[in-house]
C-alpha cells in the first residue's frame, strides 16, 4: 500500500480533513483497497457518517464522484505485481540462509483459510448457473491473462472429456478473428481476469459478447472490468489474493464448475470411449 498513489494522497491530506472526513480515510485506510470497492452508502455506514459526508470527501480529492474514485483505486493497483509487494514490503523475507520459513508457514496457513473461504463463496446457485452454461452451450471456449490462462487450460482439458465443442480461445489475433466469426448466443465464453486485467482478454470478450455469447467470469475481490459483462459471475474473495497469484483458488473453482457441469452431462458413456481410444493409441 505505500506505493500506492490513492493511498499515499489518502494518508497525505488526513490531517487537514474535518472529522467525519477523517473517518472515512481511516476505514478506506484500514481496509485498503477492499473498503473502496463496495457502495458508497456501505463505506459511510462504516465509517458512521452520512453519504454525503463522504462525497465531500472525494469532491475535496478532486475526483469526478465516488465511481472515479474507485476507478483510481482499481488502476493504482492494476499494473503492480502482487509479487513485487510481498518481496518489498517491511518485514520481508531477505537473503538469508534460514530466511522465508515464517513466511512460507504463514502463506500456507493463508493458503489453508483462502481456499476455504474460496470453496463457501461459490453457492449452489452460482454452481447451476455455470453449469447449465457449461452443459447446454453449443461451444465453450476458455481464456485467460498471465497464470490464469492455466486455469483456462485445465477447464478445456477436462470439459472437452465431458463434452464436445470444448476449446481454448486461440492466443494470435486471426485466430480469435476465426473463432469469432461463428461465434453467437448459443455459445459461451469462460475468462479468467485477474489483477493484473489483461487487455488482450478483454477485447476478446466485448466482440464475443456483441455476437450474443454469454459470459462465465472468474475474477478477483477488486473486480474485472469484464464483470458488469458476465451472465454468471465468480468473484474470488478477498482472502484469495496471495503473494503471487490466487492460481490455486482458481483451480479449485474449477474444480466445482467441471463437477457441477458432469452432474447434468452424464458423461459415462463419452468418458469410456475416451478411454478406449486412449489406449488404442498406446
Given at each position: 500500500m505505500e506505493n500506492d498513489p490513492v493511498a499515499s494522497r489518502l494518508s497525505a491530506v488526513y490531517s487537514e480533513l474535518p472529522p467525519g472526513e477523517r473517518a472515512i480515510v481511516r476505514v478506506l485506510l484500514d481496509d485498503y483497497p477492499f473498503a473502496a470497492l463496495g457502495s458508497l452508502r456501505a463505506l459511510a455506514e462504516r465509517a458512521g457518517v452520512s453519504p454525503p459526508t463522504a462525497s465531500r470527501l472525494f469532491?475535496?480529492?478532486?475526483?469526478?464522484?465516488?465511481?472515479?474514485?474507485?476507478?483510481?483505486?482499481r488502476d493504482g493497483a492494476r499494473d503492480r505485481s502482487r509479487l513485487l509487494e510481498f518481496v518489498t514490503a517491511p518485514g520481508a523475507p531477505r537473503a538469508q540462509p534460514s530466511a522465508g520459513l515464517p513466511e512460507v508457514r504463514r502463506a500456507?496457513?493463508?493458503?489453508r483459510s483462502g481456499l476455504d473461504g474460496t470453496l463457501a463463496a461459490v453457492s449452489e446457485p452460482l454452481l447451476t448457473a455455470a453449469a447449465a452454461l457449461l452443459a447446454e452451450a453449443r461451444t465453450?471456449?476458455?481464456?485467460?491473462?498471465?497464470?490464469s490462462e492455466l486455469a483456462a487450460e485445465y477447464l478445456i482439458r477436462q470439459l472437452a472429456s465431458l463434452r464436445p465443442g470444448a476449446h481454448r480461445v486461440p492466443e494470435p489475433a486471426h485466430g480469435r478473428a476465426r473463432t469469432l466469426l461463428d461465434l453467437g448466443a448459443s455459445d459461451v465464453i469462460v475468462a479468467y481476469d485477474f489483477r493484473r486485467y489483461s487487455p488482450a482478454t478483454a477485447r476478446f470478450v466485448h466482440a464475443a459478447r456483441e455476437r450474443g455469447a454469454r459470459l462465465v467470469l472468474v475474477t478477483d475481490a477488486w473486480g474485472s472490468p469484464l464483470a458488469p459483462h458476465a451472465e454468471v459471475l465468480v468473484s474470488l474473495p478477498r482472502e484469495a489474493a496471495g503473494p503471487i497469484a490466487p492460481l490455486a483458488h482458481e483451480i479449485a473453482v474449477t474444480e466445482l464448475l467441471l463437477v457441477a457441469a458432469a452432474a447434468r452431462l452424464s458423461p459415462a458413456e463419452r468418458l469410456a470411449d475416451l478411454d478406449a481410444l486412449t489406449q488404442s493409441l498406446t
Open positions: 469532491d475535496r480529492l478532486g475526483y469526478a464522484g465516488f465511481a472515479e474514485f474507485q476507478a483510481a483505486v500456507a496457513e493463508d493458503l465453450v471456449w476458455a481464456l485467460g491473462g498471465p497464470l
